[in-house]
């Protein structure tokens, strides 16, 4: 665990060649005292409007702004972002403005308890958030859209008032979880020019703060920083460094989940190699990768034919007409246990097929786990993409109509009399498939590199067979997605 003042090693610092805050005019902006304020306050603005809409405007989920651009803007953006970028929504989330007034009123707050500070409730937080969007059908309701938005809003600020190291962030919410699992495969990340300027520096105001700037409140240390995990990309370190020593720079792609052999010498260890590794060895952040690619797929699969024709079945079987309950059972094995056994199945394959045998901390069965599951993060990364990109594609003109609408109805014609209803898609169904296609391939392939990365950084000849039984695994969930792509899938807040 890292701590205050102490430094990592420097394995994983990106090369600063590349830096978006020394983009002239960009840099600028971003490290402007104001710069998040900016990003947040359209972002705001946005949600107020959907609140307002959701709770007063058309019923129907295709011709309200809050159902629109929560489930069809939103998702596709924000995965193009991740790709692209980073954690562009968590920087501009304006969820977080209450909580920045919380933090402020109730000074630092009390530490969040320690038995929560892991990613055990994040991962059931997550689990329950799709849960609930299935059950409540929340895509299909303007009112509960714009409740689940407010209710952000309050957890943010409830949460913030109370504890420090901005547990709603870093614990709780679910979308912010969702970020930081795909912005592993992210090309950007947080890190410090100068290591030596670090070493020397007194204040640490990057995660201290001073009395002008807020330091990082998720208790992240620039120097030590790994990964993109817990970095909201809101840049209050950039801000508050006094050296501008903060760099937002490129990384070598799938540098996060991949291990680094580090050769040590042989007199100062009897184990002269030793595995570095990006991730932590956890189980919680091992387990929540693969909960990520396992709920990508079955909420996917919640959207075809063959999850009503499962649902009818269990509810024979069960005697009962719950649609929640039948729904809780299936998320409950196909996000928890399915991820839970599985992994654990390959880990312990894993272990016997390789350096199982040898007494070393890189060989526990732990280990194991939190050093392969991460590798499925850019096949998770895919199945997401497809399949928000497959409803983005599909519908996201219709906001053109949706915002005429709304504007007509407030008495604003600047955008037409008449709401274009017609408009939808911007690619054909062909060509969204065909998207769907390449982009589970890229992902699954990403995985597979990950993977014989992992397995090449063992040093040993037992490391190949050793990643076999994941490689069975990913092999599997890829060709899962494949067939559930080729369902036809329910075309949610869209004209009919
Ligand atoms: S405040 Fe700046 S120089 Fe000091 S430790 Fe943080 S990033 Fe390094
Ligand atoms: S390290 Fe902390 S302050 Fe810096 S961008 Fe990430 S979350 Fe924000």
Request: aromatic share 12%; with cysteine.
């Amino acid at each position: 665990m890292t701590t205050k003042g102490a430094f990592d090693d420097e394995l994983y610092r990106p090369s600063t060649a590349f830096d978006l805050l020394r983009v002239p005019g960009l840099g600028w902006l971003l490290r402007w005292r104001w710069g998040r304020l900016a990003l947040q306050l359209p972002m705001l603005a946005l949600a107020l409007v959907l609140v307002y809409d959701g709770l007063t405007g058309a019923p129907l989920a295709s011709q309200n702004i809050a159902t629109v651009s929560v489930w069809i803007h939103y998702r596709g953006l924000v995965m193009l972002a991740l790709l692209l970028v980073g954690n562009l929504f968590c920087m501009a989330c304006p969820f977080t403005l209450p909580r920045t007034l919380a933090r402020r009123l109730s000074g630092r707050g009390r530490r969040w308890p320690r038995v929560l500070r892991n990613k055990w409730l994040a991962v059931g937080v997550f689990v329950l958030y799709l849960w609930l969007y299935e059950a409540l059908d929340l895509w299909a309701s303007p009112a509960l859209t714009a409740w689940l938005v407010i209710g952000y809003f309050g957890a943010a600020f409830v949460l913030e008032a109370l504890f420090a190291e901005s547990p709603f962030c870093k614990y709780v919410c679910p979308l912010g979880t969702f970020n930081f699992l795909a912005s592993s495969i992210s090309p950007l990340q947080i890190t410090a020019r100068s290591a030596d300027v670090c070493r020397t520096c007194v204040g640490k105001e990057c995660i201290n703060g001073s009395t002008q700037t807020l330091g990082c409140g998720l208790e992240l240390f620039v120097p030590q920083i790994k990964r993109n995990l817990d970095c909201t990309f809101c840049l209050d370190c950039a801000r508050a460094c006094p050296h501008d020593n903060v760099a937002l720079a490129a990384r070598r792609p799938l540098s996060e989940f991949i291990p680094i052999a580090l050769t040590l010498p042989a007199a100062a260890t009897p184990q002269p190699r030793r595995l570095a590794s990006p991730w932590p060895r956890r189980w919680d952040t091992a387990f929540l990768a693969l909960v990520f690619a396992f709920a990508g797929l079955t909420n996917a699969f919640g959207m075809t034919p063959p999850v009503y024709a499962l649902a009818a079945a269990l509810s024979q079987a069960l005697g009962t007409q719950s649609e929640a309950l039948i729904l809780a059972l299936i998320f409950g094995v196909f996000m928890l246990l399915l991820p839970a056994a599985l992994g654990l199945g390959a880990a312990w394959l894993s272990r016997r097929a390789g350096a199982g045998r040898q007494q070393r901390p890189e060989s526990s069965l732990r280990a194991i786990f939190a050093r392969y599951a991460p590798t499925v993060l850019p096949l998770a990364f895919a199945i997401w993409f497809a399949h928000y990109w497959f409803h983005f594609a599909s519908g996201a003109l219709t906001i053109v109509p949706v915002m005429q609408a709304f504007l007509i109805d407030h008495g604003v014609t600047v955008l037409g009399r008449q709401p274009n209803w017609t408009l939808g898609p911007i690619m054909s169904d062909d060509a969204a498939f065909l998207l769907m296609l390449a982009a589970l391939a890229v992902g699954y392939l990403a995985s597979l590199y990950g993977l014989s990365r992992t397995a090449a950084a063992e040093g040993n000849a037992r490391a190949r067979p050793a990643m076999l039984p994941w490689l069975g695994l990913w092999t599997a969930l890829a060709l899962a997605a494949l067939l559930v792509f080729s369902w036809p899938m329910e075309m949610r807040g869209m004209i009919g």
